[in-house]
C-alpha cells in the first residue's frame, strides 16, 4: 500500500511544466502536508486541457471496508487547496447501491453525512426519481457527490455507470433533460471511434431538475499509448487541447514505474463538458496509482540492482568462464565507494559484488561494511578459493547478506565438464552450514553436460542447508561461443522437477532465463512470466560497473558509454533505450515462438555472438529442432 506522500513525491521527480505550474506544485504540497500520511491506491490530477493556466483539482481514493459503500473520493478543488479549511468533495461509488438496504442507507444515512440533512432532504425525491430511471434501464449508479468544497449547495452530482449512447439518450429524455438530445447524440458517435463503447455520465441533481450541463467520461479502448495519443491529436485539432499540454500528457505516461512502493502513471478517462448542443471543453484525469497491472513495462523509474565487477582476478580456470583473465584487473576501492553510495542516493537496494574471484579483491570486507551502512542488500559471489571459517565470519561481521557459492555439479566429475574448483566450493558450503548462516545460495548453472544431475544438485544443497538453489541460463564464454546449451527436453524435466519440488530448499530461476521461466510459469489459461520479472534486467532493472569504473547494461553486455551519473545513464543512454525497444520487433525464431510475449531472453547472447542487441535467440532450443550445440 502506498501513501498520499509517495505519490506526490513520485509526482514532483519529473516537471510537466504545460500542466503544473510552481503555484500549482505548491497547493499540491498544502494537501500532502494535512493528508500525506493518508493510505491510497490511487490519486487523480484533474487537468482542463485547453485553458493556459496550469492548475489541477486533486483527489484521492479511500477505502474503508467496513463501510456499506467502502470507496470514497475526496476531490480538492484548486482554489481551496491552499486554504486553512481545506473541506473537499465527497463522492461515493455507490454501485452496489441495490445490494440489500444499501438504497435506504443512502437516503438515510450517507447523504446527511455528506451534505446535511436539510439539503438531503430536499434532493432526494429527485435523485430517487433519477435512480429509479436508471434501474429501469438496467444501468446502476457509479457514484454520488456532494461538492461542499465548491461551495455548490444546492444539488448533487450523479454518475452513471457505462452506457450506451441510446440508453443515455433514453435516461435523459425520462429526465426531462432540456439539452439538445440530437446533438449529444451525434457527439457521443464521434466520440465512440476514439474509445470504448460506452460512457459514463454525470450531472447535477437539484430539487425538481437536473443540471442542463452534463459531463461525458471516455475511457481509451486500452491503455496503450497509440490510443492515448490518437485521442490527444483529436483534441488538439479541434482546439481543446493545447499542444503544450498534450506533450506532457504523453510524458506523464511514458514515466517508468517507481518500485517500492509500486507506483505507476496512466489516463483515468477523458472528460467532455457537453452544453448548449456543443463540447465547450475537455479535461483529462491523469492517474497515480499502486496497483500492477498486466501491462509489461519497460523499466523501473531508477535502477534496483547495480553489479559491482570487483576484479578479473582468479586462480581458477572455468571452462564456461567469459572474463579475460590475460589482463586481470581490479576496480579502484575509492571508485567503488563512490558508486556504492551514488547507486543508494538513485535508490538501488541490492548490490552484487562479483569477479573474476570476489575474494581476491583486498578490500572487500570494507566495501561491504559501507553497503551494510548504507541500508543495502549485499551480495558476493565466491568459487570457494581462499574461504576458510575467519574469511566468513569477517564477511558476516562486515554485513554481507547472502554468498553464493558457485558450483555446476553434485560429483567432481560432472562439475569439471563446465568449472574449477569443486572441492573449494564444497568445503564453502561445509562452513557455511557449520557456522549456520542462513543465507546461503549455489549457483547453478544449467547446461546440457549437467542438466541431469539436478536431483543430486537439490540433494547435495539440502545437505548443506543451502537457502536457495538459484537456476543459472549459460552466456557466452570468453571466446563468445556457447556450447553446451541444454535440450529442449531437459529444460522442460527440470522445469517439471521444480514445479513438483515440495522440499526445504528455495528453487529460483534468475530472471535473465526467461526461456526456462516462461515454461514454469505456463498454465492452461494464461502465462504468469509477465512484467518486468519476465526476462533480461539488463537496462531495466539493474546496470553494471566494470574493473575499469565504466557503466554497462550488464556484467555480461560489455558496452561501455560515458555518461555524468547513475541517473544521467539511466535516463538517456542510447543503448538502454534500445534495450527497452527489443520486444517491439521481434526477430526469428523468437517471432515464431508461442512464449514470445511472455519471454525476454538473455541480450548478451545476440550480442556477443552476433553483435546486435534483438530478441531473437537462436541458441534457444524452446521453439527450434533439435541440433547438436
Known amino acids: 500500500m502506498a501513501y498520499v506522500k509517495d505519490f506526490i513525491e513520485y509526482l514532483n521527480m519529473e516537471r510537466y511544466e504545460h500542466l503544473f505550474d510552481e503555484e500549482c506544485l505548491r497547493r499540491i504540497q498544502c494537501i500532502n502536508e494535512e493528508y500525506g500520511q493518508t493510505e491510497s491506491h490511487t490519486v487523480i490530477l484533474e487537468v482542463n486541457l485547453a485553458k493556459e493556466a496550469c492548475t489541477c483539482d486533486f483527489s484521492i481514493y479511500i477505502d474503508n471496508p467496513l463501510e456499506p459503500f467502502p470507496e470514497t473520493w475526496l476531490e480538492f478543488d484548486y482554489a481551496r487547496c491552499a486554504a486553512k479549511d481545506k473541506e473537499p468533495c465527497f463522492f461515493k461509488e455507490v454501485s452496489n447501491l441495490y445490494e440489500g438496504d444499501n438504497e435506504a442507507y443512502l437516503y438515510r444515512q450517507q447523504l446527511p453525512d455528506m451534505m446535511g440533512k436539510e439539503l438531503a432532504e430536499k434532493l432526494t425525491p429527485m435523485l430517487k426519481k433519477c435512480l429509479a430511471a436508471m434501474k429501469d434501464l438496467d444501468t446502476p449508479p457509479y457514484n454520488v457527490g456532494a461538492m461542499n468544497g465548491r461551495g455548490e449547495?444546492?444539488?448533487?452530482?450523479?454518475?452513471?455507470?457505462?452506457?450506451?449512447?441510446?440508453?443515455?439518450?433514453?435516461?435523459?429524455?425520462?429526465?426531462?433533460?432540456?439539452?439538445?438530445?440530437?446533438?449529444?447524440?451525434?457527439?457521443?458517435?464521434?466520440?465512440?471511434?476514439?474509445?470504448?463503447?460506452?460512457?459514463?455520465?454525470?450531472?447535477?441533481?437539484?430539487?425538481?431538475?437536473?443540471?442542463?450541463?452534463?459531463?461525458?467520461?471516455?475511457?481509451?479502448?486500452?491503455?496503450?499509448?497509440?490510443?492515448?495519443?490518437?485521442?490527444?491529436?483529436?483534441?488538439?485539432?479541434?482546439?481543446?487541447?493545447?499542444?503544450?499540454?498534450?506533450?506532457?500528457?504523453?510524458?506523464?505516461?511514458?514515466?517508468?514505474?517507481?518500485?517500492?512502493?509500486?507506483?505507476?502513471?496512466?489516463?483515468?478517462?477523458?472528460?467532455?463538458?457537453f452544453e448548449g448542443g456543443k463540447v465547450t471543453g475537455a479535461k483529462v484525469y491523469l492517474r497515480q496509482g499502486d496497483l500492477y497491472t498486466l501491462k509489461t513495462y519497460r523499466a523501473w523509474y531508477h535502477p534496483v540492482v547495480m553489479n559491482l565487477e570487483l576484479t578479473s582476478r582468479c586462480p581458477l580456470r572455468c571452462p564456461q568462464c567469459y572474463c579475460d583473465m590475460t589482463h586481470a584487473k581490479d576496480l579502484d576501492y575509492e571508485a567503488a565507494v563512490e558508486r556504492v553510495r551514488e547507486a543508494q542516493a538513485c535508490g538501488v537496494r541490492t548490490v552484487n559484488l562479483s569477479g573474476g574471484e570476489t575474494l581476491c579483491w583486498k578490500p572487500l570486507d570494507q566495501l561491504v561494511r559501507e553497503c551494510s551502512r548504507l541500508g543495502l542488500e549485499t551480495n558476493i559471489a565466491i568459487s570457494g578459493f581462499g574461504f576458510d571459517r575467519k574469511r566468513a565470519e569477517q564477511l558476516i561481521e562486515a554485513g554481507v547478506t547472502g554468498i553464493f557459492v558457485s558450483l555446476n555439479g553434485s560429483t567432481k566429475s560432472v562439475n569439471e565438464k563446465s568449472r574449477d574448483g569443486y572441492e573449494l566450493a564444497i568445503n564453502a558450503l561445509q562452513i557455511l552450514k557449520e557456522i549456520g548462516f542462513p543465507r546461503t545460495r549455489v549457483n547453478w548453472v544449467m547446461r546440457r553436460d549437467n542438466a541431469d544431475d539436478f536431483d543430486n544438485m537439490i540433494r547435495l544443497a539440502e545437505d548443506y542447508g543451502v537457502h536457495d538453489l538459484v537456476v543459472i541460463m549459460m552466456k557466452p564464454d570468453s571466446g563468445k561461443s556457447l556450447p553446451g546449451v541444454p535440450s529442449k527436453e531437459q529444460m522442460y524435466a527440470v522445469a517439471e522437477k521444480i514445479r513438483q519440488y515440495r522440499g526445504s530448499l528455495s528453487i529460483v530461476v534468475e530472471e535473465c532465463y526467461s526461456q526456462l521461466r516462461a515454461i514454469l510459469a505456463n498454465s492452461f489459461l494464461f502465462n504468469r512470466n509477465i512484467g518486468l520479472e519476465r526476462g533480461c534486467g539488463a537496462g531495466r532493472d539493474g546496470f553494471s560497473v566494470n574493473v575499469d569504473n565504466q557503466l554497462t547494461p550488464c556484467r555480461h553486455l560489455e558496452i561501455t558509454e560515458e555518461f555524468d551519473g547513475i541517473m544521467d545513464y539511466w535516463k538517456h543512454s542510447p543503448v538502454l533505450a534500445r534495450l527497452r525497444q527489443t520486444e517491439d520487433d521481434i526477430q526469428d525464431p523468437c517471432s515464431m515462438c508461442r512464449f514470445a510475449r511472455n519471454c525476454l531472453p538473455c541480450m548478451a547472447i545476440p550480442w556477443n555472438m552476433k553483435g546486435e542487441l534483438v530478441m531473437g535467440d537462436e541458441t534457444c532450443p524452446v521453439q527450434r529442432p533439435e541440433r547438436e550445440n
Request: hydrophobic share 40%; with cysteine.
Open 153 to 273: 449547495l444546492s444539488s448533487l452530482r450523479l454518475f452513471t455507470e457505462f452506457m450506451t449512447r441510446k440508453a443515455i439518450i433514453e435516461l435523459l429524455r425520462r429526465l426531462s433533460w432540456k439539452g439538445d438530445t440530437e446533438a449529444l447524440d451525434q457527439c457521443l458517435a464521434r466520440l465512440e471511434s476514439y474509445g470504448r463503447k460506452k460512457f459514463i455520465i454525470d450531472f447535477d441533481v437539484y430539487e425538481d431538475h437536473i443540471s442542463d450541463k452534463i459531463s461525458i467520461s471516455v475511457e481509451t479502448a486500452d491503455k496503450k499509448e497509440k490510443s492515448v495519443i490518437r485521442i490527444l491529436d483529436y483534441l488538439e485539432q479541434k482546439g481543446l487541447c493545447l499542444p503544450g499540454k498534450k506533450e506532457d500528457v504523453i510524458r506523464f505516461i511514458r514515466v517508468f514505474p517507481f518500485p517500492k512502493p509500486f507506483m505507476r502513471n496512466d489516463i483515468s478517462h477523458f472528460k467532455f463538458s
